[in-house]
């Protein structure tokens, strides 16, 4: 039998600087028996030169080389349409690919007999699966990053500093959504010397922000909104507007706001409306994880800007910050990668089986057919309505 080749490509996403395998990932994949084919400068915008990789065992090579020979392709995001022509029946093609938000790709896929893989739909409650999922490791280095971004545009300094020209006030943040973004973004505020303050719908998040030294906001409303599989189920009416007049105090008096709210299969939150943004202090910022062009969590975010409103207070409509951080993105996703492809691989070839609830999960397509059940029920309705949970769809991005 002839030996499984992997082949990682170069991204060409407008601000895409993430590769989807760094040169250790090469090594761990040759040590599962496949040989690995890496675009030319594929790793460059990362800091990953050609020679780090071919050091590591991977044969660079141009891109229609590349196609002509995989077996599986790796990639950071969904194909870019020259990538997308030259895929062919047999092969496979694993990324962070929101295939709910991108039937037209599904069906694409499907129909030219590609087997589609997607890291956003692991589950990601099984133990076995942690070492693969990418929508973590990402939604950790957005966190991480929206707390940067902020004091990028923050005016003041983070901590309290006592020196001979006077004391700082430390700056008061306020983290709302406490999943793995917020929980890193919390962290890393606190870190910075900010007194920080977290909040969060499922009652399951309150000792988790204050195990990381923050004040858990509580809401006189009292709003409990755990819904399936560790994730948060969609407000009421009722309860929204409850939440969003009862946060608007608290905003108010923050200097900083992060937002990250999502609910799997739903348009994200609106947490912070512009009434509450009018009510924010002069040099305020609110950085939006969730813009995307789907909406955000806060009024007025608009996706890739960052938008002075007429009371000095700064939005930051934050997308795809994990390629901001280009190489502990890719870093983290290459393990990511390393691991789900370690699963899928049997004696030296892709084994699919849908039997495992790992592969049940991730795989989208195969043999022609739309074999995950949630992803055919969207791609069949038409034009996509959802949110995909996916960094990629700007979610944790
Ligand atoms: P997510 O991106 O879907 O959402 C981010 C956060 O927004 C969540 O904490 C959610 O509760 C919160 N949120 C939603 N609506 C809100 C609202 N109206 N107001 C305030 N907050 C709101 O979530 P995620 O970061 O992907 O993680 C979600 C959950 O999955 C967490 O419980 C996390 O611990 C869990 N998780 C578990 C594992 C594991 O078991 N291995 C791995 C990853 C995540």
């Known amino acids: 039998m002839s030996t499984l080749r992997i082949a990682v ?11 989807a395998l760094d040169p ?32 590591a065992g991977a044969q660079l090579l141009p891109r229609a080389e590349l196609l002509a020979q995989a077996d599986l392709v790796l990639s950071v995001g969904p194909p870019a349409e020259d990538v997308l022509g030259q895929l062919r029946a047999g092969q496979a093609y694993l990324g962070l690919l929101a295939p709910l938000t991108n039937p037209e790709l599904v ?32 939604a950790s280095v957005a966190g991480y990053k929206a707390v940067l971004v902020a004091a990028e545009h923050y005016d003041r300094f983070f901590p309290m500093l006592m020196t001979a020209a006077g004391t700082s006030k430390p700056a008061a943040v306020l983290v709302l959504g406490a999943g793995v973004a ?38 006189r409303a009292g709003i409990a909104a755990a819904g399936e599989g560790g994730y948060a189920r969609e407000l009421t009416a009722e309860e929204r507007q409850a939440q969003q007049s009862e ?14 709210a999502q609910v799997p299969g739903r348009t994200p939150p609106v947490l912070v409306t512009a009434e509450t943004v009018a009510r ?53 996703l290459s393990r990511n990668m ?21 592969q049940r999960g ?19 309705a038409g034009p996509p309505v959802v949110s995909s949970a996916s960094p990629s769809e700007g979610q944790l991005s």
Not at 43 to 54: K, M, Q, S, T
Not at 184 to 213: C, F
């Open 9 to 19: 490509v170069k991204e060409t996403a407008p601000s895409e600087r993430r590769v």
């Open 24 to 55: 250790d990932g090469v090594k761990r994949l040759l040590a599962v028996g496949a040989q690995v084919l890496v675009e030319t400068g594929a790793g460059a915008e990362a800091w990953f030169g050609d020679e780090a990789y071919a050091a």
């Open 107 to 138: 069906r694409t896929l499907a129909e030219r007999g590609v087997t589609m893989i997607s890291l956003d739909g692991l589950p990601r409650t099984l133990t076995r699966a942690q070492s693969m999922d990418a929508l973590s490791s990402q």
């Open 182 to 219: 917020g929980l890193q973004a919390i962290g890393t505020a606190r870190r910075l010397g900010a007194v920080v303050s977290g909040y969060d719908v499922r009652p399951a998040a309150r000792e988790e922000v204050k195990s990381l030294g923050a004040k858990f906001l509580e809401l």
């Open 247 to 260: 946060l608007a105090e608290h905003i108010a008096r923050h200097d900083i706001v992060i937002t990250t």
């Open 280 to 332: 924010m202090r002069p040099g305020s910022v609110v950085v939006d994880l969730a813009a995307s062009r789907l909406g955000g969590n806060v009024e007025g975010s608009v996706p890739g800007q960052t938008v002075l409103t007429g009371n000095g207070v700064r939005l930051v409509g934050a997308t795809n910050l994990p390629a901001r951080m280009a190489t502990s993105a890719s870093q983290a």
């Open 338 to 358: 390393a691991a789900l492809v370690g699963h899928l691989v049997r004696d030296g070839a892709l084994a699919i089986d849908l039997d495992d609830e790992i």
């Open 362 to 380: 991730v795989v989208i397509s195969h043999r022609g057919e739309v074999v995950s059940p949630g992803v055919a029920a969207v791609v069949s």
